[in-house]
């Protein structure tokens, strides 16, 4: 299974800024996905993180808010831009890996003040 | 992908199987199901999946019906440690295919 790290592990940030988070995984891998999860809810998909071109967003996500980049295959980061507290939530990136299983990073928790 | 069904949450002995089930009523016949579980806002776990065969590994097997329209997760000896939330997602098999996650069952397993 890949070894998937994220910074930061936890910030808080006041409303009207924009915080960048990675994800770093130890192995060259396919494809790489950012997932949000809001207090007690189930993780939703947020974009898929295309390596060489823009991101694929889900439905209710758009670039202006959650840039996306993947300068390579083992690297890639999320923006949350002008935050607002209803941006407070966890973030996780996760990888798909040799087979056909994904892995999940330990995520970011982002509060925004 | 298919839609899931699983109850929100269940209750089971320390040292007991916990059964957690899953309703996959329109899987189709490229989907396989997936089991990950969330411990506590770490980030998900896989612990198995298949396409139609019952599947067994280090963690935990999964019975799949002869219809494959539902499915079982089973954790045969439970601990403490498994208290957490378990997902069942249903996904064509295929590595471009995302993860679409739905609400999960809450286990809880107690002394």
């Known amino acids: 299974s890949a070894v998937i790290s994220q910074k930061p592990s936890r910030d808080i940030c006041q409303r009207g800024t924009s915080l960048t988070i990675q994800c770093q995984v130890d192995s060259q891998v396919t494809m790489m996905f950012w997932y949000r999860q809001q207090p007690g809810q189930s993780l939703t998909l947020i974009a898929t993180?295309?390596?060489?071109?823009?991101?694929?967003?889900e439905s209710g996500f758009v670039i202006d808010k959650f840039p996306i980049s993947r300068p390579n295959l083992t690297f890639s980061t999320l923006t949350v831009s002008n935050m607002s507290p209803e941006d407070s939530s966890i973030y996780l990136c996760s990888v798909g890996g040799g087979g056909l299983e994904q892995y999940f990073g330990p995520g970011t928790r982002l509060t925004v003040t | 992908d298919a839609k899931t069904t699983q109850p929100p949450s269940m209750d089971c002995a320390e040292g007991r199987a916990a059964n957690l089930p899953c309703n996959h009523s329109t899987i189709s016949g490229n989907e396989y199901v997936y089991w990950y579980r969330q411990i506590h806002s770490q980030g998900p776990q896989y612990i198995i999946h298949g396409l139609k065969n019952n599947e067994t590994n280090e963690m935990a097997s999964l019975i799949i019906t002869e219809d494959r329209k539902s499915s079982t997760l089973i954790l045969p000896h439970a601990t403490l440690r498994d208290t957490a939330v378990y997902y069942c997602i249903v996904r064509v098999g295929n590595n471009f295919n995302k993860f679409y996650f739905g609400s999960g069952t809450k286990l809880n397993v107690k002394p």
């Open positions: 993180a295309n390596q060489g071109s823009e991101a694929t967003y």
